[in-house]
């Protein structure tokens, strides 16, 4: 069963967001395991793109949008079906999206904005009432 994971950061915006995402992309990749990103449309997706190819002052994070004939550990979309990943989702989007049951794991980063909030207390409400096991990750 699906593993959901709630990260509630203390900052508010999209950058903080983008930059919690980053990290755990970082994480997911180090323990060798494969990530699919979605953000919440094509603009966050490349913006996304670019703080991955920077994320480290010394590397990259190997990644490509997921409308790019070539494949990486990392892909990222805007709610295209994630074709045969199945691994690990950050959801950047305010809506669950329907594929996310095929996963191992989803990633739900929260940030302080008020908006953001109520869409994740309703995507808490939306995993716990139908079963999957929760937890929540103070950042």
């Keep these: 069963m699906t593993r959901v994971d709630f990260y509630v950061v203390t900052e508010s915006g999209i950058d903080a967001r983008l930059q919690v995402a980053v990290r755990l992309a970082d994480k997911v990749l180090a323990a060798g395991h494969q990530l699919f990103i979605n953000a919440s449309d094509e603009d966050q997706a490349i913006a996304l793109d670019e703080l991955l190819w920077s994320a480290k002052p010394t590397s990259f994070l190997p990644h490509v949008l997921f409308d790019a004939k070539e494949s990486a550990p990392i892909q990222i979309g805007w709610g295209q079906d994630p074709g045969e990943q199945n691994?690990?989702?950050?959801?950047?989007?305010?809506?669950t999206p329907a594929f996310f049951s095929r996963f191992n794991r989803v990633a739900e980063?929260?940030?302080?904005?008020?908006?953001?909030?109520?869409?994740?207390?309703?995507?808490?409400?939306?995993?716990?009432d139908r079963g999957y096991p929760?937890?929540?990750?103070?950042l």
């Design 87 to 95: 691994d690990v989702l950050i959801n950047l989007s305010n809506a």
């Design 109 to 128: 980063v929260v940030t302080q904005d008020p908006a953001q909030i109520e869409s994740m207390r309703d995507a808490w409400r939306f995993y716990r």
């Design 134 to 138: 929760l937890a929540k990750h103070d």
